[in-house]
């Protein structure tokens, strides 16, 4: 499975941006979906994931309530909506999957098999 990330871009805080994973094989559908973030000097960190099966998503303390991750099986595309921005949330954001995520793991980078090219998220203050 390839994954590409887009919808990247420079906003002010307070601003909102819209990413998007696409798949290359409708076998995404089955998959959890996931999106981490690696800001400049920092490591990479869970942003949410989403379960293949219930749908129900799961968000780092860090954005809950300002960011929303949806799917759409048909277009095998997850999104990531981003409300109120904070200088804070500047980082890459790379989209990754897997088939057999375990929801215990879905914080640890070495549990997701997929990952989408990053895309870069400037939030200025």
């Known amino acids: 499975v390839q994954l590409q990330a887009s919808g990247g871009g420079s906003v002010q805080a307070g601003g909102s941006l819209r990413l998007a994973c696409a798949a290359s094989?409708?076998?995404?559908?089955?998959?959890?979906k996931g999106w981490f973030r690696q800001a400049p000097g920092k490591e990479r960190e869970f942003v949410a994931v989403?379960?293949?099966?219930?749908?129900?998503?799961y968000y780092h303390e860090s954005v809950t309530g300002r960011f929303t991750l949806s799917r759409d099986n048909a277009q095998n595309t997850v999104y990531l909506q981003m409300n109120s921005l904070k200088p804070e949330d500047t980082a890459v954001y790379y989209c990754?999957?897997?088939?057999?995520?375990?929801?215990?793991?879905?914080?640890?980078?070495?549990?997701?098999?997929?990952w989408g090219q990053g895309t870069l998220v400037t939030v200025s203050s």
């Open positions: 094989e409708h076998t995404f559908s089955n998959y959890a």
């Open positions: 989403i379960s293949w099966n219930s749908g129900t998503a």
């Open positions: 990754a999957a897997d088939p057999v995520l375990s929801l215990a793991n879905m914080r640890r980078i070495d549990a997701y098999e997929y």
